[in-house]
């Protein structure tokens, strides 16, 4: 079962990959960086719904996902505190958060409701670091929320609010300076990090938290 799993991923994959090839060569080559950018951001919450489905829910094994008070913005702009882990809907693939409504008996099927990102504006938590206290603020997208997690000319993304001990696995998206933020992938961060050596190598070896942080210690 799980070779034939493979090869079906494996086939999947190739026809995208033929199809994202022909319809780049429609494309006259001076339009091409603007055509992959847009064609980067119009997929980003697609991959993100993809990867929930496919990598996070079925098993992350290492990626710390803790409980904190979340200060959660509500479209409404009603606010209030959420105390819960991140968590994933095993039908609809998106992260969502457990407000528990203490006013509420344990046996009220109202007592516990699910907080998704497309009904929220922000999210946020306070980090101690070192004495040092701020807060990790996390943007809704269709799908999960992406925390900032490194800032620098290249900033990173991550679809859970944890800035500790972080790598590669962490990371879903990237956005240089005050630019769109886009799905994180090789095509897409390799033209920013090929000018610095070093953070090339880390690139190669598809170790993207360290290409990108050393990319950013490099060009402060």
């Known amino acids: 079962m799980q070779k034939l799993y493979t090869a079906v991923t494996l086939l999947l994959f190739g026809c995208l990959a033929h199809f994202k090839a022909s319809a780049q060569a429609g494309v006259p080559m001076s339009l091409r960086p603007d055509y992959n950018r847009m064609m980067?951001?119009?997929?980003?919450?697609?991959?993100?719904?993809?990867?929930?489905?496919?990598?996070?829910?079925?098993?992350?094994?290492?990626?710390?996902?803790?409980?904190?008070?979340?200060?959660?913005?509500?479209?409404?702009?009603?606010?209030?505190?959420?105390?819960?882990?991140?968590?994933?809907?095993?039908?609809?693939?998106?992260?969502?958060?457990?407000?528990?409504?203490?006013?509420?008996?344990?046996?009220?099927?109202?007592?516990?409701?699910?907080?998704?990102?497309?009904?929220?504006?922000?999210?946020?938590?306070?980090?101690?670091d070192f004495e040092k206290k701020f807060d990790v603020e996390g943007v809704p997208?269709?799908?999960?929320?992406?925390?900032?997690?490194?800032?620098?000319?290249?900033?990173?993304?991550?679809?859970?609010?944890?800035?500790?001990?972080?790598?590669?696995a962490y990371l879903r998206a990237f956005q240089t300076g005050d630019g769109p933020i886009q799905k994180l992938d090789s095509a897409a961060l390799a033209p920013l990090v090929k000018e610095d050596p070093k953070a090339f190598k880390a690139f190669e070896k598809k170790n993207y938290y360290k290409a990108i942080d050393k990319y950013n210690s490099d060009h402060q």
Request: aromatic share 12%.
């Open 40 to 128: 980067g951001n119009m997929n980003m919450n697609m991959t993100m719904n993809q990867m929930m489905s496919q990598r996070w829910y079925y098993g992350m094994p290492g990626l710390a996902n803790y409980k904190y008070d979340f200060k959660v913005t509500m479209k409404d702009g009603t606010v209030k505190v959420v105390t819960s882990k991140i968590y994933a809907d095993t039908t609809t693939h998106k992260s969502y958060l457990i407000f528990v409504n203490k006013d509420l008996k344990r046996s009220d099927p109202n007592r516990e409701t699910r907080v998704y990102p497309s009904e929220t504006v922000k999210i946020s938590r306070e980090q101690v």
């Open 141 to 168: 997208t269709d799908s999960c929320w992406l925390f900032k997690v490194m800032k620098g000319k290249i900033n990173a993304y991550s679809h859970l609010s944890e800035v500790v001990d972080l790598n590669e």
